[in-house]
Nanobody, 124 residues
Framework: QVQLAESGGGLVQAGGSLRLSCVAS????????MGWFRQAPGKEREFVTGISSSGRTTDYAASVKGRFTISRDNAKTTVYLQMNSLEPEDTAVYYC?????????????????WGQGTQVTVSS
C-alpha cells in the first residue's frame, strides 16, 4: 500500500508560478515511477508529466513542455512539480500518482496509487 499526499496548490495570476509537492509513504518509493495528472471540470483526467523511478527519464504533455518541470528526491520520498508561466487553461485539480512501472506511463489506468488532489486556479 502507498499513501500519497499533495500540497502546494492555490490561486495564482496568469504568468505566475507554483510548486506542487507529493509526499509518499508505504512501499518503496524509489522503485516507483511517478506521475502528475490533472482534471478540469467537465473534462477527463489528463497526463501532465511523469518521471522514472531513478529520476533520469521524464516525459511531458505538449501543453506544458517548457513551462513545467518534474523532479523527485528519493531520500525524501517526494516528487515535485514546478509550474511556471501558468495559464488559465492550467486550472484543474492536480493529482500525484505512483506506478509499479520503472518508466512513467501516460495512461492513468496504469497507475496504482493516487493522492487526493490539490486545486490549482490560474486567474486571467
Amino acid at each position: 500500500q502507498v499513501q500519497l499526499a499533495e500540497s502546494g496548490g492555490g490561486l495564482v495570476q496568469a504568468g505566475g508560478s507554483l510548486r506542487l509537492s507529493c509526499v509518499a509513504s508505504g512501499r518503496s518509493f524509489s522503485s516507483s515511477a511517478m506521475g502528475w495528472f490533472r482534471q478540469a471540470p467537465g473534462k477527463e483526467r489528463e497526463f501532465v508529466t511523469g518521471i522514472s523511478s531513478s529520476g533520469r527519464t521524464t516525459d511531458y504533455a505538449a501543453s506544458v513542455k517548457g513551462r513545467f518541470t518534474i523532479s523527485r528526491d528519493n531520500a525524501k520520498t517526494t516528487v515535485y512539480l514546478q509550474m511556471n508561466s501558468l495559464e488559465p487553461e492550467d486550472t484543474a485539480v492536480y493529482y500525484c500518482a505512483a506506478s509499479t512501472s520503472i518508466f512513467a506511463p501516460t495512461e492513468h489506468t496504469r497507475y496504482d496509487y493516487w493522492g487526493q488532489g490539490t486545486q490549482v486556479t490560474v486567474s486571467s
